[in-house]
């Protein structure tokens, strides 16, 4: 599976398979691969799970080996464009379906639905996708900006 996955990738999923490599030992317990994964970013739900561990022939209180994990990783990256899936919710929301949506709407969006943010957050995350008093915003581009690695000096 490796060479399907970029280096930056199989670093990435290295580092965090390490940290959950409690014996140290190369394997890590298949009931942990949902916490790996969403700590990776991407975001099974726990059918998704039981059909790798089926694929992979394991049980949850069996351990897989990191080869075993890059394999699961390339599978469901097909499953995954969190972008794509932040527009289509914001297209939803959007009361006329241009490709925008009101600040103010968005910002009650952010702060009374899913993992609700503080009005804190919510001009922090403002100011960083570089918003000031617009009345509406581009969702394609907030979502672009939101997406976006957080720099080490943030």
């Known amino acids: 599976m490796a060479r399907y996955l970029q280096e930056h990738q199989i670093a990435e999923y290295r580092d965090c398979f390490n940290l959950h490599d409690e014996k ?32 992979l022939q394991k049980k949850p ?3 897989m080996d990191f080869s075993q ?11 995954e464009n ?7 919710a914001m297209q939803l929301t959007s009361l006329e379906h241009r490709g925008k949506i009101p600040k103010s709407r968005l910002r009650y969006i952010l702060m009374n639905t ?7 957050e919510v001009d922090q995350m403002f100011r960083a996708a570089n918003i000031q008093k617009k ?12 997406m976006q690695p957080i720099p080490d000096d943030y």
């Open 61 to 63: 209180n069996e351990y």
């Open 82 to 88: 969190v972008a794509d899936e932040i527009s289509a």
């Open 114 to 120: 899913g993992e609700k943010l503080s009005s804190r």
């Open 24 to 55: 140290q030992n190369g394997r890590i317990m298949c009931s942990q691969l949902i916490t790996v994964m969403r700590k990776l970013g991407a975001c099974p739900t726990q059918g998704e799970v039981k059909k790798h561990l089926a694929y």
């Open 135 to 146: 009345d509406s915003i581009n969702y394609r581009e907030f979502v672009h900006m939101i």
């Open 69 to 79: 994990f890059l394999t699961v990783m390339h599978r469901q990256t097909p499953n």
